[in-house]
């Protein structure tokens, strides 16, 4: 592993939800540092620590996309030729952190950049799985549905995430891509047990401790 990429807001009513207007701002992403990482064995519930300077810790479930191929200037048409394979994953944020340093025009990673921010379930070969471009995405809390939706309704796809990161990076092989979260994002508590699924990969799972 070499790199994490995020995209930021790229469902439209998670857009909304966060201040954002989805048919007039173009994708933006941030990195979070391999440390970040947090692998999950499927059809375990890991322990996850709930981190320090935080009140207020969110839950974020996205589809990740791993690179064995890089390049520049990387053409939508091809992007998918560069994916090895996906997974499930979460992007957990100190949202009372991020949201301050926002509200001071402030670089915002230590809200998303922190040890085991980025809990993620074993990777499945796009050989095996085909592309992942449509297909329920949801989130549980103590088996309560928060978030559900369809991947379809992603702004910019896998691809199109692809292609713009590497107008701006040159992608390498390792890199992954957290490709951004449905509305309904919210707090969790020590002792909550976070259940996470996208159909055709198995259910990610972690208890906040």
Known sequence: MR???C??????AHAREMGSDP???????FQKPTDAIQNVAAGTVADH???????????????VAALHLGGRNIPIASALDHVYGYALGLDMTRRD?????????????IGKS????????PLHRASQ???FTQGAIWLKVNGQTKQSADLKQMIWSVAEQISKLSQAFELMPGDIIYSGTPENVGPV???????????GLPNLGIKIV
Do not use: M
């Open 189 to 199: 508590l020590r002792g909550d047990v976070i259940d996470c699924h996208i159909d």
């Open 7 to 12: 995209i930021g807001r790229n469902y439209a």
């Open 3 to 5: 790199r994490i990429y």
């Open 97 to 109: 952190l991020q949201r301050a340093l926002g509200d001071e025009k402030k670089p915002w990673e």
């Open 129 to 131: 799985t085909g592309p």
């Open 49 to 63: 620590p709930y981190p320090t300077l935080t009140k207020n810790y969110h839950y974020e479930v996205e589809l």
């Open 114 to 121: 922190f040890d085991h921010s980025a809990p993620i379930g």
């Open 23 to 29: 048919s007039r701002e173009p994708p933006f992403f």
